[in-house]
């Protein structure tokens, strides 16, 4: 079974027990009385146009990876991006695989004003007005882990629920398969899902297939300046960026050297 099958697998139970514990109708009258979201994609968008659009990951670990930051404290790395000038924000609510937590982004939402995706597996619509609920401005939605109804059904539904979605894909079978999907944003992952080995040449490729309305997010493996530039030239206009941040002790000075010296 692969690592994604697995944590499909889990998540279909985690979904179940959280069902359980609070039914769809509870969340559905809580999503009413909610502040209107942050406009995520349009942060990225208007970053974009002047400067490097950052989308900053509090991610404390990876299936891959184990654990990458042990002194993990969300708020205070969330506090740190913001400092450091990134645009956007995305919390890992995974806890299985990614040592995450859906209370991460009600906690980070509490603190910091910017625009928050909720980074998990989505496999049910019930997930989407959890995320609503717990303060998320957008979610992931990915290509590899969802048939195309599905995608264009929870997309639609996110979008009613004022989720902005970010569609991962990272192969061309996928961008097929997503093509009719409305999202704003479409992220192309360089991790290679079987063997974890990130190849910044996934987004050059994948780029120029891409839907011309949706704006393009490179995600994972991204490390220096050099990397970025790389992918701005391929058409890149947001990145997605958590491991070389999370092991930094100065995140704001590594977040002002991706930027490329300035926070605009
Ligand atoms: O830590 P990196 O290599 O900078 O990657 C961040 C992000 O792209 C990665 O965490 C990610 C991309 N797609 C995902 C889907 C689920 C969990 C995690 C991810």
């Known amino acids: 079974m692969s690592i994604l099958d697995k944590i499909l697998c889990h998540k279909q139970q985690e979904v179940a027990d959280a069902v359980a514990r609070m039914p769809l109708s509870e969340y559905r009258a809580r999503c009413r009385d909610l502040e209107p979201t942050r406009g995520f994609a349009a942060a990225l968008s208007s970053r974009s146009e002047t400067g490097t659009a950052i989308i900053a990951e509090v991610k404390k670990g990876s299936p891959s990876r184990g654990i ?11 506090g740190d991006y913001r400092d450091g000038g990134a645009t956007c ?5 995974d806890r299985e695989f990614f040592y995450g937590d859906l209370a991460y982004l009600q906690q980070v939402r509490d603190q910091v004003s910017l625009p928050l995706l909720r980074k998990d597996f989505m496999i049910d619509r019930y997930q989407l007005f959890e995320a609503r609920a717990a ?7 990915i290509a590899a882990a969802l048939e195309s109804a599905q995608l264009e059904d929870f997309a639609a539904e996110a979008a009613e629920l004022g989720l902005d979605v970010l569609l991962e894909v990272h192969d061309e079978t996928e961008i097929a398969k997503s093509f009719r999907v409305a999202a704003p944003l479409f992220g192309i992952n360089n991790r290679n899902l079987k063997t974890f080995t990130t190849d910044l040449a996934t987004t050059e ?3 120029p297939l891409l839907p011309p309305e ?12 050099a990397d970025i530039e790389r992918l701005q030239r391929a058409g890149a206009r947001a990145f997605l960026i958590g491991e070389s941040l999370m092991r930094e002790t100065d995140i704001p000075a590594k977040l002002a050297e991706l930027q490329g010296g300035s926070h605009v």
């Open 68 to 78: 990458i930051r042990a002194d993990f404290d969300p708020v205070r790395i969330a």
């Open 89 to 93: 924000l995305s919390v890992l609510t």
């Open 135 to 141: 303060g998320a401005d957008a979610v992931l939605l």
């Open 205 to 207: 490729r994948l780029l």
């Open 214 to 225: 949706a704006l393009p997010v490179a995600e994972s493996g991204l490390h220096t300046r």
